[in-house]
Structure formats: structure tokens, C-alpha cells
Nanobody
Framework: QVQLVESGGGLVQAGGSLRLSCAAS????????VGWFRQAPGKEREFVAA????????SYADSVKGRFTISRDNAKNTVYLQMNNLQPDDTAVYYC???????WGQGTQVTVSS
């Protein structure tokens, strides 16, 4: 099983940036696609971005396209989520996951003030 640990969350003003990291334990990390999800208070968890195994094809929710970038460094067993031009609606707990393994991190809080 692969264990995931997120970091990099915090409090930022609208228009600011944060970079989230998702560090994975275990071997064969590069053979799995990884996704970022978020859950705001009172709302359901929603998809944010994903990166495939291998060449690392990416996909994004419409709400973050052009602002967020997902990337991976397989040598470091880490996936990143660069978030630019953050807005108050981006406030949520952000989770990384390997959905095919049902592996989820514990989440990291992102708060964007207006």
C-alpha cells in the first residue's frame, strides 16, 4: 500500500500563491496516477486536478484551469499542486489520492482571505 502525506497549505490573501506537496511512501509510485481533491465546509469533496503515470498527462477542473498546475517528481515520490491567483472560493481542505488504490492523504488546509 502507498501512504500519502500532504503539506504546504496555509493562509494567503486573494491573488496569492501556494504550492502543495504530496509525498508518497512505497515503491512503484511512478506507476500510479495521482489526483488532488478538495472539500470546502458544507460541500462535497470535488476533483481539482490529476496527473497520469508515465508521461504525466494532466487534467483539471474547469474552476482551476489556467491557475493551478499539477506536476510530479518520481525521483522524489512527490506530486505538486502549484496554485496561483487564489480566490476565497478556493478555501478548502486539499487531499491527494491514488484513487485506484483507495489511498488518501490526511489533507492540508488552504484558506484564502479576501
Amino acid at each position: 500500500q502507498v501512504q500519502l502525506v500532504e503539506s504546504g497549505g496555509g493562509l494567503v490573501q486573494a491573488g496569492g500563491s501556494l504550492r502543495l506537496s504530496c509525498a508518497a511512501s512505497g515503491r512503484a509510485f511512478s506507476t500510479y496516477g495521482v489526483g488532488w481533491f478538495r472539500q470546502a465546509p458544507g460541500k462535497e469533496r470535488e476533483f481539482v486536478a490529476a496527473i497520469s503515470r508515465g508521461v504525466g498527462s494532466t487534467s483539471y477542473a474547469d474552476s482551476v484551469k489556467g491557475r493551478f498546475t499539477i506536476s510530479r517528481d518520481n525521483a522524489k515520490n512527490t506530486v505538486y499542486l502549484q496554485m496561483n491567483n487564489l480566490q476565497p472560493d478556493d478555501t478548502a481542505v486539499y487531499y491527494c489520492a491514488i484513487v485506484t488504490l483507495a489511498s488518501w492523504g490526511q489533507g492540508t488546509q488552504v484558506t484564502v482571505s479576501s
